[in-house]
């Protein structure tokens, strides 16, 4: 495998199952003159034994593997990179380096963030257990570094028609692989065909003081797709995706509905936004506290990015409302 030409080109799909909501994760192999990963799926011992089996399939083993790019931090797309040998360089953003080592001094900070979040949003004091389980996901996470990061516009070696674009919005570290010869997109978990990805909240980043706009980001993001030349996007789940622009287009639509679904709601009210979270999600807010609030905040931050609403931060919880004249 490891003679192909440097003209020639394959992508190889390995589909890994995750203990998580979302089901199985694929990663992809670009086989040039090198072999190279792009994500490395959950860390289970499932999962490792599946991933050397189709490895296998495709005549190679963990050690033919030159480099590993990761899409972004999440444990479903980096966990079993502590499975593989240590010698193999990981590429990635600067900012899924601290949460792919589980820098203790970052991570040291997260719980009087998501707390003093909560208090802002109005969450009900029922809640504040589920701030006991946010870093859960984690011990399906990876242990491991960056070898070294990269950014908007880098190429790897053996790699040379694919450029790295920097893509945040559902993590703030995310990143995708564009082939600019065919158009293909290894897309990471930026454009599914199924579902518009959670804009997650993130705590600051090292050195940081405020929390990125995740909402604000990822529509930036799709934007930012929309202006290149896709055919296909091979995804972190589910189908690959054909009619990229069309998808595109949906997207920043179902955006702008859910926005104005929040717009309506606040128009001659006073809202917090828990009341703003359980009205968007009547049925999950219970069950998926974390992610509908994510969502709501990402509502909340592109409306008021937008001045179309605005806010009372002089007490908590803050106050949303329409803004005057709207
Ligand atoms: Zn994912």
Known sequence: MKQLSCSKQEIK????????????VHTYLILTDKVTLVDAGVKTIEAFDIFKSQLKQYGLKLMDIDQVLVTHHHPDHVGLLDYLPDNIPVYGHKRAHPWMTQDMHYFSSHDSFYREL????GVEERFYPVL???????????KRGLTAFVKEGDRLEGLENWRIIETPGHASSHLVLFDEKSGTLLGGDLILAHISPNPLIEPPFVGETERRKSMIDYVASIEKMRALPITTVRPGHGEEVGNVGKLLTERIEQQEKRARKVQTFVNGKAVTAFEICQHLFPKVY??????TLSETLGQIDYLLEKERIEVDASTVPYRYKSKEGL
């Not at 006991?132 to 990876?142: G, H, W």
């Open 13 to 24: 799909q390995i589909t890994i199952p995750t203990p998580f909501a979302v089901g199985d």
């Open 118 to 121: 909560f208090t802002e949003m």
């Open 132 to 142: 006991n389980t946010v870093d859960k996901p984690l011990r399906f996470s990876c």
């Open 286 to 291: 219970e069950k998926q506290l974390l992610l």
